[in-house]
């Protein structure tokens, strides 16, 4: 059997066939080196975000020390406060004011015919001719001639109401010129806004039944 040499030059076919097989060998091998460095790559990619997530300090919260307050930021507009409930309305008044406490024996009507005689003594005849409503009430200047008064006797007769009485009175009253003159009668007297008024002085009534009519203090 004969030896081939080995110079004996190869067929084209077969030295394709290699270079083929060891062009795939290094496709195969550069492949698997792209894929471990992408591998590495994105590992190292990973685990430098996670270091820096956690290098990454966190806000501490810090307590305030004692006595220190948190400065209130101003408020845009001033809080409204709910309207207040409206003061409840006022009652009407009433025509009559509430008539004056019922006293035994006519002392309020006493106090005022006191009250009446003290006006004209002190010239306060527009206060005096202010407690007059009866028909006979005379003028400001007629009131003016009577220089004094006194009250001599006061009987009160059965009350008629709390707001309306009578008394018998006997005045003596000094004129600006002439003797004094003694007046003798009934005045009968009414309550109108609180205040004692005459509603007729009559001077032909007969005192209420009474021994001696009791003098006026």
């Not at 003694?182 to 005192?207: C, F, H, L, P």
Request: glycine share 6%; aromatic share 8%; net charge positive.
């Amino acid at each position: 059997m004969s030896r081939k040499s080995i110079f004996e030059m190869k067929s084209p076919r077969r030295s394709r066939t290699t270079a083929l097989t060891w062009l795939f060998d290094l496709l195969l091998l550069g492949g698997y080196a792209a894929c471990g460095l992408l591998t590495y790559f994105l590992f190292l990619n990973g685990a430098a975000a996670q270091h820096a997530r956690q290098a990454t300090p966190l806000p501490l919260e810090t307590a305030a020390p004692p006595g220190f307050e948190a400065p209130v930021p101003p408020p845009s507009e001033a809080p409204v406060e709910p309207a207040a409930p409206p003061p409840p309305a006022a009652p009407a008044p009433s025509e009559a004011a509430p008539a004056p406490p019922l006293e035994p024996g006519g002392k309020d009507l006493t106090a005022a015919m006191n009250a009446y005689v003290l006006a004209i003594n002190k010239g306060k005849y527009a206060d005096a001719r202010a407690m007059r409503a009866d028909p006979n009430i005379p003028s400001l200047e007629g009131l003016k001639k009577t220089k004094a008064m006194k009250l001599l006797a006061v009987v009160a007769y059965p009350r008629i109401s709390r707001t309306q009485g009578s008394i018998w009175v006997k005045l003596k009253i000094d004129k600006s010129a002439g003797k004094p003159v003694y007046w003798r009668g009934r005045i009968d007297w009414e309550s109108r806004n609180g205040r004692w008024m005459t509603v007729k002085w009559d001077s032909q009534a007969v005192a209420p039944d009474a021994d001696e009519p009791a003098a006026a203090h």
